[in-house]
T-cell receptor, first 113, second 115 residues
């Protein structure tokens, strides 16, 4: 079946540091890949997406590239801010049949001033 | 346009009771999916409704059920509540096309506590 593996958290960084959160997936075919962010007490917000190999999703300074050869979709940001502190979820949606989102376990990011 | 609206935001129920949660999708979205989020199991898919029909179902017991109305609003019901049903229940809406963009937009969730 489909699965998503994320690096364990929490990740603690100082403001303006470089961020990488690793995400790898297992799926048949060509799934769509997503990063969602969850702030305390809130639901999930779509951060970025990529629907085919080599696509780069980007939003609010965050980027992730769909790498089919390594089945990865790592999230990066060049300079994090305190306001980026949240839990980040990598997810996939299969391209055929069941299209429910399969989520990783989430990575908590804490940015210190 | 308005986002996904879930009501109520918080619920406290007693073991053995039943509960109904509501979700109003984004206007024009025909697919509504439900997810359960717990610290131990993370985010798990419950079911998806499209045009009033259940299209996909996750691995949850029959105590969890749902339905969708002609205006795409959806309800989720949990009967005979157990302590382990305490969770954040998230609803997501999408256009629901068979192919192409399956981008899902989430509501703020309903926090259910079973005591």
């Amino acid at each position: 079946g489909n699965s998503v593996t994320q690096m364990e958290g929490p990740v603690t960084l100082s403001e303006e540091a470089f961020l990488t959160i690793n995400c790898t997936y297992t799926a048949t075919g060509y799934p769509s890949l997503f990063w969602y962010v969850q702030y305390p007490g809130e639901g999930l917000q779509l951060l970025l997406k990529a629907t085919k190999a080599d696509d780069k999703g980007s939003n609010k300074g965050f980027e992730a590239t769909y790498r089919k050869e390594t089945t990865s979709f790592h999230l990066e940001k060049g300079s994090v801010q305190v306001s980026d502190s949240a839990v980040y979820f990598c997810a996939l949606s299969a391209d055929t049949g069941r299209r429910a989102l399969t989520f990783g376990s989430g990575t908590r990011l804490q940015v210190q001033p | 346009k308005a986002g996904v609206t879930q009501t109520p935001r918080y619920l406290i129920k007693t073991r053995g009771q039943q509960v109904t949660l509501s979700c109003s999708p984004i206007s024009g979205h025909r697919s509504v999916s439900w997810y359960q989020q717990t610290p131990g199991q993370g985010l798990q898919f419950l079911f998806e409704y499209f045009s009033e029909t259940q299209r996909n179902k996750g691995n949850f017991p029959g105590r969890f059920s749902g339905r969708q109305f002609s205006n795409s609003r959806s309800e989720m019901n949990v009967s005979t509540l157990e302590l382990g049903d305490s969770a954040l229940y998230l609803c997501a809406s999408s256009l629901g096309r068979d192919r192409g963009n399956t981008e899902a937009f989430f509501g703020q969730g309903t926090r259910l506590t079973v005591v």
